[in-house]
């Protein structure tokens, strides 16, 4: 789904319309370059629209809610799991249990955090 669908239909509920609010209005314009020319952006938009009126993103027909993320943001498993990490890691995300996340219309996201995470050295595990 084009991301001008996502802006223009009506959203899931009142949280998940807040989330697209500052989404779109707010944090995009206050967000990093290195954010913007990732696909941390987009994996946010997708965040928005799989999520229920409680702001809760849980996996589609028992698939894994990283799986699901990752065909709808057309990213690797690798990318889909860095990005939710920075996206908790801003504030704008919350990890709930296992296999669930929650949306978090935060007042001030932590960009710095976000950039930080992704930016940082990925630790390597070398096979014995």
Do not use: I, K
């Amino acid at each position: 789904m084009p991301a001008v669908d996502l802006v223009t239909r009506p959203s899931a509920g009142p949280l998940a319309a807040a989330y697209l609010g500052l989404l779109a209005r707010e944090w995009e314009p206050a967000m990093p370059a290195v954010l913007l020319r990732s696909r941390f952006l987009g994996l946010l938009y997708v965040l928005h629209d799989r999520a229920d009126q409680l702001g809760h993103v849980r996996p589609r027909h028992g698939a894994d809610v990283v799986q699901d993320l990752t065909r709808g943001a057309c990213l690797s498993t690798e990318d889909t799991v860095r990005y939710l990490a920075a996206a908790v890691a801003a504030g704008v995300a919350v990890r709930h249990g296992t296999d669930a996340y929650a949306l978090r219309p935060a007042a001030v996201p932590d960009w710095s955090a976000a950039v930080d995470h992704l930016t940082a050295p990925r630790e390597r595990t070398t096979a014995p």
